[in-house]
């Protein structure tokens, strides 16, 4: 009787052991209904039990066709893929059931110190061996790298080796019941059963190796194809704005030089010959500044980050064009996907021109009075992934007194220049409508740049001032000025 017992659970638990790994591999979901496999798994062992009294050899074959008729009905999938997937399934299940066997010596070997009943040694070692089943079969597919399933189509070699090995198991412990008496048989036997667990390991850490690489391919795909889309879509903006600058070009180059004709006709007929020579010359000036800015355009636009906003692609090549008048050294930058985040936070094209000519305008001047000015134009991110516009220069710290009024009043170190302080007025009005962050650094790491001014549009509205070895941080300050409220 107790044979009995014990032979209808180590067949139930193969069964319900390859239930499981049947979900696990085709990464099913376990659902309430699934609870019907426990009795099922008993009325199979059962039915196995005594359709094999004479023929034990069969166990292994019958359990096969019994998981595999279970699974075919449960989740009525294509036939062959099914069988397939329900003999690896058992594969898995007998060789975790021989480790469990292997593992369970040791314990067996103790528990014959305590006790002298062979029926109490027998069963105690049977229910530590069905305990491991258990553990094992949950434990393997709860590991990260276990977690993916398997596909006969994405993995065709491999998924043919571990069939051939489950299969080679399944006929093995087939041997085993045959085995009778002679113990060297069943020693090879589980010597076998043993190395073909190891191939089940090694094609398992190869799948899951590969699957890895597959999901790696796939997203550097996605990103790549994210990137070249966003390319394109710059290349369309740049090929629109070339055609409106080829437009304005166009009228211009026919409009100008037809304005100089109109008025030497007039030289001839008027009386008004000075007004009517200076017309002339102004509209000539008019005409080789328009010619030059449309050369320094063309190449100087190459070097320049792209916006996609027409507006802004203008701000930055007009603070170029400055700097370089000025002979100054400057510096545009931009990490990727700065611009679309800074559009999103200020989507008014007129104050971001604002806020970015306020600030480089500023360093221009300040770098100005240096023997070799420089000046760097930043478009990144803050630590909290906050859109951030930084500008550094190389030019004299603040006035303590400009420091002081920040925001609050309009003041200038600059009225010899016709400076009015109404740019920096702008600038915080800007700030607080948006809720933007001001951070002034004069201790910059960098020895190229002795400051840096940089606006972080991250909703918090704070004032940072780090300057002659202090830090402030305070909310945005109020203007005292109505008309920067």
């Known amino acids: 009787m107790i044979d009995l017992y014990v032979s209808i659970t180590k067949y139930a638990l193969l069964c319900l052991s390859s239930f499981y790994a049947f979900i696990r591999l085709n990464n099913y979901k376990l659902r309430p209904w699934d609870l019907f496999a426990f009795p099922a798994a008993a009325l199979f062992a059962t039915g196995v039990y005594y359709a094999t009294q004479n023929m034990r050899i069969l166990v292994p074959l019958c359990i096969a066709l019994l998981v595999y008729a279970y699974n075919l009905i ?87 080796f571990l069939l051939l090995i489950s299969i080679v198991s399944i006929v093995l412990l087939s041997l085993f019941y ?56 710059e290349k369309q903006n740049l090929i629109n704005h070339n055609a409106k600058l080829a437009k304005i070009i166009h009228r211009d180059n026919k409009l100008i030089p037809a304005m100089v004709a109109a008025v030497d006709a007039l030289l001839a007929k008027s009386d008004y010959k000075s007004e009517l020579a200076s017309l002339k010359a102004q509209l000539s000036e008019l005409a080789d500044q328009h010619g030059e800015s449309v050369r320094q355009y063309q190449n100087v636009t190459d070097n320049l980050p792209k916006t996609g906003v027409i507006s802004v692609d203008a701000v930055l090549h007009f603070i170029n064009s400055k700097a370089a008048k000025q002979k100054e050294e400057c510096v545009i930058t931009a990490q990727d996907g700065a611009f679309p985040l ?14 970015i000519c306020d600030m480089a305008e500023n360093a221009l001047i300040s770098a100005a009075k240096t023997n070799g000015g420089k000046i760097k134009l930043a ?29 609050k009043r309009k003041i200038t170190t600059r009225n010899i220049e016709g400076g009015s302080g109404v740019g920096l007025m702008t600038l915080f009005e800007i700030l607080r409508r948006y809720g933007a962050s001001f951070t ?21 509205g704070s004032t940072t001032i780090i300057s002659r070895g202090e830090q402030i941080t305070a909310p945005l300050p109020q203007s005292e000025d109505p008309a920067f409220k």
């Not at 800074?342 to 989507?347: D, K, R, S, T």
């Not at 478009?379 to 925001?407: M, R, T, Y």
């Not at 910059?444 to 991250?458: G, H, I, L, R």
């Open 74 to 160: 449960r989740y009525r999938r294509e036939i062959f893929a099914t069988l397939a997937t329900s003999i690896i399934s058992l594969g898995i299940s007998i060789f975790i059931y021989i480790i469990a066997l292997l593992l369970s010596a040791p314990f067996a070997f103790i528990v014959y110190q305590f006790t002298e009943n062979a029926t109490a040694r027998y069963l105690t070692a049977e229910t530590f061996v069905a305990i491991l089943q258990i553990v094992a079969i949950i434990i393997i597919f709860q590991i990260k790298r276990f977690k993916g399933g398997l596909s006969a189509h994405k993995n065709e070699g491999s998924y043919d």
């Open 178 to 233: 045959m085995g009778g008496n002679d113990e060297t048989t069943i020693q090879l036997i589980l010597v076998f059963l043993v190395v073909c667990g190891l191939g089940l390991i090694f094609w398992w850490r190869k799948h899951e190796r590969v699957n890895y690489q597959q999901i790696i391919i796939r997203q550097n795909t996605k990103i790549l194809e994210a990137r070249l889309q966003d390319y394109e879509e």
């Open 342 to 355: 800074l559009f999103a936070a200020i989507p008014e094209q007129t104050d971001l021109n604002t806020v």
């Open 379 to 407: 478009f990144g991110f803050a630590e909290d992934g906050s859109p951030k516009i930084e500008v550094f220069d190389n030019g004299a710290p603040f006035d303590k007194k400009v420091v002081a009024s920040l925001g």
């Open 440 to 460: 002034l650094n004069e201790n910059c790491a960098d020895n190229t740049y002795s400051k840096c001014v940089a606006v972080t549009f991250d909703k918090k």
